[in-house]
């Protein structure tokens, strides 16, 4: 028999993997980690070789308020560097 569980019934303790948190997530893979590098979204925990999980009571801090959200020790969030582009042709670059 398969159990069915809601988020609100897992423990702050339990750990997600993204696989799990997709389905409840409104931001994709790659959006959460560049969230990650600013500081803007939990970083994962290292569960193995290969695979990393959430803890649940840091999700739900961050979903309960994603834009105010900060890690530990953030207090400046540093707007996103854009990528450089190769200079058109006939642009002089130095």
Do not use: C
Not at 21 to 48: D, L, T, V, Y
């Amino acid at each position: 028999m398969d159990e069915t569980y809601t988020f609100d019934d897992l423990s702050d303790d339990d750990l997600l993997r993204w696989a799990d948190w997709a389905r409840r997530s409104p931001i994709s893979r790659s959006e959460a980690h560049a969230r990650i590098q600013e500081g803007r979204f939990p970083a994962p925990i290292k569960i193995g070789n290969r695979a990393s999980a959430w803890r649940v009571g840091d999700l739900r801090a961050w979903r309960a308020d994603p834009a105010g959200w900060r890690a530990p020790g953030v207090t400046e969030i540093k707007p996103r560097s854009r990528r450089q582009s190769w200079p058109r042709k006939g642009e002089v670059t130095r």
